[in-house]
T-cell receptor, first 114, second 112 residues
Framework: AQKITQTQPGMFVQEKEAVTLDCTYD???????LFWYKQPSSGEMIFLIY??????QNATEGRYSLNFQKARKSANLVISASQLGDSAMYFC???????????FGTGTRLKVLA | SAVISQKPSRDICQRGTSLTIQCQVD?????MFWYRQQPGQSLTLIAT?????????ESGFVIDKFPISRPNLTFSTLTVSNMSPEDSSIYLC?????????FGPGTRLLVL
């Protein structure tokens, strides 16, 4: 069975600073994908970044990067130069290749301070 | 990415009534998914809707409570039947494009 753990229920960061949101996962499958989503107060789920288990390099998308440490089974999201609009819930998720089911973590609420 | 719309965006309903949520995608997709997010919780998959066949429900969800239609490759509906306050949630539809799942804007439901 797969599992995602997000141990930080809430985080604060000063505007323009970088912040790391933690995510650890558990799976016995050798091929899987890791995802991060942002959920603003409006409720929509916005895809941020994807990391495949066989990818050699850490994924980056603009100000978002994924610190993928396969041996530790961690996939932390790093947001650089935080903006007020980054305040939201952030969810980490895992999907085994060949399936459609995502397992989501419990989320981290990020608040960016002016 | 896919453009996904949902109607209604939010609603307040009385106990015992039913609400049908619509999901429209701007491209043809084989599978559409319906999720529930209860207040302060993570997302839970309700069911998978395949065009031309019965929806596949996850453990804890049944067709009588959450009937789903999938009349074509771009559209699906989820009905929340005989609602109770415990059904107050955000309901999201989603589709896959490549490796990634994209979500609609969600329907925020409050049951009184």
């Amino acid at each position: 069975a797969q599992k995602i753990t997000q141990t930080q229920p809430g985080m604060f960061v000063q505007e323009k600073e970088a912040v790391t949101l933690d995510c650890t996962y558990d799976t016995s499958d050798p091929s899987y994908g890791l995802f991060w989503y942002k959920q603003p107060s409006s409720g929509e789920m916005i895809f941020l970044i994807y990391q495949g288990s066989y990818d050699q390099q850490n994924a980056t998308e603009g100000r978002y990067s994924l610190n993928f440490q396969k041996a530790r089974k961690s996939a932390n999201l790093v947001i650089s130069a935080s903006q007020l609009g980054d305040s939201a819930m952030y969810f980490c998720a895992i999907r085994t290749s060949g399936t459609y089911k995502y397992i989501f973590g419990t989320g981290t609420r990020l608040k960016v301070l002016a | 990415s896919a453009v996904i719309s949902q109607k209604p965006s939010r609603d307040i309903c009385q106990r015992g009534t039913s609400l049908t949520i619509q999901c429209q995608v701007d491209s043809q997709v084989t599978m559409m998914f319906w999720y529930r997010q209860q207040p302060g919780q993570s997302l839970t998959l309700i069911a998978t809707a395949n065009q031309g066949s019965e929806a596949t429900y996850e453990s804890g969800f049944v067709i009588d409570k959450f009937p789903i239609s999938r009349p074509n490759l771009t559209f699906s509906t989820l009905t929340v039947s005989n609602m109770s306050p415990e059904d107050s949630s955000i309901y999201l539809c989603s589709v896959f494009l490549g490796e990634t799942q994209y979500f609609g804007p969600g329907t925020r439901l409050l049951v009184l």
